[in-house]
């Protein structure tokens, strides 16, 4: 059994390619901005590299679209080290501050990616469930390395669009112009 047939009527979610990341990740920012400077309420994360000023060295943050709170989700395990740096509890914060959001209301969701942790249930798997209960419509990436583990988890209820501007720009004014969409999906046969 898939995730949407046990939930109600589910908004839809756009889903952009995730490689190159720095690039889808650049494109969901500018749309989440744009929205967010004409007056939607939008919430989540974005991905982005930075340097840890301590070490110098890279690390992945997310990036809260709504205040800029940064979770540094990659910790420096030292020179030479080939364990998974992923700092989970971190990625959990950034996972709870979205469901707030999504709890106080809002109009859109951008949430980075759905890779590796989400393929497994984890990560921000639960910010995308809070979402879909809510119907609040979202926008991702998704990892060409988790492609099925996604069509898995979202279904009918993804589209994929092309990584432009203009193909969000598309699917929020169809999501806008069509409120009969929420409709439309909650009458597909459910599997």
Known sequence: MTLYASLPATAPIAALPGEPSAQ???LIADFARRLSDSGARVAGVTQARMPDEATGRSRIVLR???DGALYAISQDLG???VACNLDSSELALACAAIERRIAEGVDLVVISKFSKQEA???GLADAFRAAMVA???VVTAVS???????RQFAGPLAETLEMNAEALDRWWKKLRLAPSALEEI???PRL
Do not use: F, L, N, T
């Not at 060409?144 to 996604?150: A, C, F, G, I, R």
């Open 186 to 188: 909650s009458a597909r």
């Open 24 to 26: 889808a990740q650049a």
């Open 135 to 137: 119907k609040v419509p």
């Open 79 to 81: 020179a030479g080290s």
């Open 144 to 150: 060409p390395h988790y492609v099925d583990e996604w």
């Open 120 to 122: 497994s249930s984890g």
């Open 64 to 66: 809260d679209i709504a």
